[in-house]
């Protein structure tokens, strides 16, 4: 027997009976950051564009629902919402070079909050010491990746931003494949 700490037993037990979820998770974000470190101006555009689609979809949603409750004494404020978020959608959608920069800096704030979660995270699982430093790397890559971001704005948007969230995903992804090893 060592004198390891161990897992409670029922964090362990949670933790193996997702194991093969957060196995396929780990390899999944293994994969797509690996791709993502080999195509960083690629990745960049896609998370640019997707997005892009996502407040199309949302501020359309939302103009919908502002046409739908024109009585309603918000219905304008809440139209202009929509409209605002398609302006935005269509923006980053349709034109793949513009906005990289203020993408790059809201993506270093995400970074900087994983960070800070993961961190937490850390704090939880250390007691039981196998596989918690993997933990602590990947939340010190989030915090040293969103503080790398903001440093290199504006010249490094172009390529950052697609490097950085390929790291961000290969971290992530072997902290998910050594959490299925803590539990046994």
Same mark, same amino acid.
């Not at 004198?3 to 797509?32: K, Q």
């Given at each position: 027997?060592?004198? !390891?700490?161990?897992?409670?037993?029922?964090?362990? *037990?949670? %933790?193996?009976?997702?194991?093969? !979820?957060?196995?396929?998770?780990?390899?999944?974000?293994?994969?797509? @950051?690996?791709?993502?470190?080999?195509?960083?101006?690629?990745?960049? %555009? *896609?998370?640019?564009?997707?997005?892009?689609?996502?407040? &199309?979809?949302?501020?359309?949603?939302?103009?919908?629902?502002?046409? =739908?409750? !024109?009585?309603? !004494?918000?219905?304008? *404020?809440?139209?202009? %919402?929509?409209?605002? =978020?398609?302006?935005?959608?269509?923006?980053?959608?349709?034109?793949? &070079?513009?906005?990289? %920069?203020?993408?790059?800096?809201?993506?270093?704030?995400?970074?900087? *909050? =994983?960070?800070?979660?993961? &961190?937490?995270?850390?704090?939880?699982?250390?007691?039981?010491?196998?596989?918690?430093?993997?933990?602590?790397?990947?939340?010190?890559?989030?915090?040293?990746? @969103?503080?790398?971001?903001?440093? @290199?704005?504006?010249?490094?948007?172009?390529?950052?931003?697609?490097?950085?969230?390929?790291?961000?995903?290969?971290?992530?992804?072997?902290?998910? &494949?050594?959490?299925?090893?803590?539990?046994?």
């Amino acid at each position: 027997m060592t004198d !390891r700490p161990t897992l409670p037993e029922d964090l362990r *037990a949670a %933790i193996a009976e997702h194991r093969g !979820r957060f196995t396929f998770l780990g390899w999944a974000l293994i994969v797509l @950051g690996v791709l993502a470190i080999l195509f960083p101006l690629v990745a960049s %555009i *896609a998370a640019k564009v997707l997005i892009g689609w996502l407040l &199309l979809l949302s501020g359309a949603i939302v103009l919908y629902s502002a046409f =739908q409750a !024109r009585r309603w !004494r918000s219905a304008l *404020a809440t139209g202009a %919402i929509g409209v605002l =978020q398609i302006a935005a959608g269509v923006y980053l959608a349709f034109f793949p &070079l513009t906005g990289l %920069i203020g993408l790059t800096f809201l993506m270093a704030i995400l970074f900087l *909050a =994983q960070g800070v979660m993961e &961190l937490m995270l850390w704090n939880q699982h250390r007691p039981a010491g196998r596989g918690a430093g993997w933990l602590l790397f990947s939340a010190i890559c989030s915090v040293a990746l @969103g503080v790398l971001l903001i440093l @290199g704005l504006p010249g490094t948007a172009l390529w950052a931003l697609g490097l950085m969230l390929g790291i961000n995903l290969l971290s992530s992804g072997v902290s998910f &494949l050594t959490l299925t090893r803590m539990a046994g």
